[in-house]
C-alpha cells in the first residue's frame, strides 16, 4: 500500500516562501518519478514541476520556473518544493505524486500518468 504524506503547507503573505515536503512509503518499486501539481477552487488540476530518479532532469510550469525548485532525496524516498516569491495566484491545494520508472531519466508531467498520489496541503497567499 503505497503512500505518500505531504507537509509544509500554510498561509504566508505575498513575496514569502514556503517548502513543501512529500515522503513516500511502502514503495515496491526501485526506480520513480515524481511530481508536483496543484488545484485552485473550481479549477482542474494542473502541473507544477517533476523530477527524474536521478534528480538529473527537471521540468516546470512556466508560471512558476524561476520561482519554484523541485528536490528529490531517494535514500528518505522524499521529494520537495521550494517556493520563494510566492504571489496569491499560487494559492492552492499541492499534491505529490509518483509513478514508476524503468529507467534514471524519465520525468512526467501528465497528471493521468500518476499511480499514486498524497492527501494535498494547502497554500494560501495572502496579497
Known amino acids: 500500500q503505497v503512500q505518500l504524506v505531504e507537509s509544509g503547507g500554510g498561509l504566508v503573505q505575498a513575496g514569502g516562501s514556503l517548502r513543501l515536503s512529500c515522503a513516500a512509503s511502502?514503495?515496491?518499486?526501485?526506480?520513480?518519478?515524481m511530481g508536483w501539481f496543484r488545484q485552485a477552487p473550481g479549477k482542474e488540476r494542473e502541473f507544477v514541476a517533476t523530477?527524474?530518479?536521478?534528480?538529473?532532469?527537471?521540468y516546470y510550469a512556466d508560471s512558476v520556473k524561476g520561482r519554484f525548485t523541485i528536490s528529490r532525496d531517494n535514500a528518505k524516498s522524499a521529494v520537495y518544493l521550494q517556493m520563494y516569491s510566492l504571489k496569491p495566484e499560487d494559492t492552492a491545494v499541492y499534491y505529490c505524486a509518483t509513478k514508476r520508472s524503468y529507467w534514471s531519466e524519465a520525468y512526467s508531467y501528465t497528471a493521468k500518468e500518476y499511480d499514486y498520489w498524497g492527501q494535498g496541503t494547502q497554500v494560501t497567499v495572502s496579497s
Open positions: 523530477i527524474s530518479w536521478s534528480g538529473g532532469r527537471t
Open positions: 511502502e514503495l515496491t518499486f526501485s526506480i520513480y518519478v
